[in-house]
């Protein structure tokens, strides 16, 4: 039993570390997360999974099935070492005489360790059971260690040798990819003289675990960090664009919108009328009265605080809409919401504060407003040009009226 608890405890260790890489939690994540890497830790699971009921069936007796089990072992041995060779070639990512050699190694070793599993059902080349139950491995068995320890080693020494061209944490997870192929040698060799005892499992379990801490979780960190500065530059250029965009659609005298503004919104409204997406559009047009003889008798200065001064009534008095100034006297204000529902209240108490301002010789503002209408197939145009006439009209009248005065 004592057998299987070291087994079973590394199966839960395994799980626990690994469990990202197991599932796949995240794909955007490089080197550790290469499909060999993945297939590899499946085979150690594997074999940890067989490691553990071979104990409990060995010490019960159960012949055939710790038969069944031995071979499925084996077999999960035979691809985690493969699996760990397609590993480093593809981690290392380098071409050479070695690396050829490595997947050459690789690609017979799974090949000719594949055939003894299956010709040792007719013959006992790589293991077999007595009729007291006791177990006994073949020449092939040691064969097969014999060429792991070998490839574990020889790959240990080139990634070592490998590793001198780095620095830093580059150099450290190479290192410790060498360091894998150190401990397995040294736990498969021992293996090799004591085949009863688990040290296969032992040998994955620190392997693994040295590689999960200073590669993958250094590589997972790298990744973090690069996801947050691209999260940064993507904040910042939004920003950059939003105060471009806000830069572009604002009217530099006033800071209302533009006409640019304007346009893009009447384009989006017309949308929205056509699919039936809006009920209720209220359009007033504004016009400033006497902008020319302010600037003909007191200076374009005057004049530009007179176009401000208006702005900043016409926004006052319809805060929950939209201003726009489309022209160098020209503001439009698209109704809609509370102010919407409050129109005529709103105009009315702006034409009284015309009036006043047509006593105290003050700014006068020509309004004209119209709304849409559903049942006369308006569009925006339509609605604007029957605003735009109503402005005009209103601007006669209080020309008039300041005439008379």
Known sequence: MAYSSIAILALLVHLIINHDVLIKKDKNYSKYLNNSYRLFLYS????YIMDALWGILYDAKLVILVYIDTFFYFAAMTLAVFFWTRYVIEYLHESNIFINLLSLFGWSYLILDSISLIVNFFYPVKYYFDPDGTYHACITRYFALGVQIFMFFITSIYVFVYALKYKGKEKLRRRTIGGFGVVMTFFVLGQYFSPLLPLYSIGYL????????FVLEAEKEDYRRELEEHISREKEQKKELGSTRKLAYTDALTGIKNKRAFTEAQEEMQQSLTAGLVDELGIIVCDLNSLKDVNDNQGHES??????????LIC??????????????????????????NRETLLNDFDKMMYEN?????????????????????????VFERADKKMYARKKLLKDMKEKL
């Open 206 to 213: 620190l392997g693994t675990t040295l590689i999960h801490t």
């Open 358 to 382: 047509i006593i105290k010789d003050d700014l006068v503002i020509s309004t004209g407003l119209d709304i849409y209408s559903k049942e006369k197939g308006d569009t925006f145009q339509t």
């Open 44 to 47: 150690v699971m594997l074999n």
């Open 303 to 312: 004049g530009d605080n007179y176009i401000k001064q208006a702005s900043k």
């Open 316 to 341: 006052n008095v319809f805060k929950h809409s939209p201003v726009y100034r489309i022209g160098g006297d020209e503001f439009v204000v698209l109704l809609h919401g509370e102010d919407f529902k």
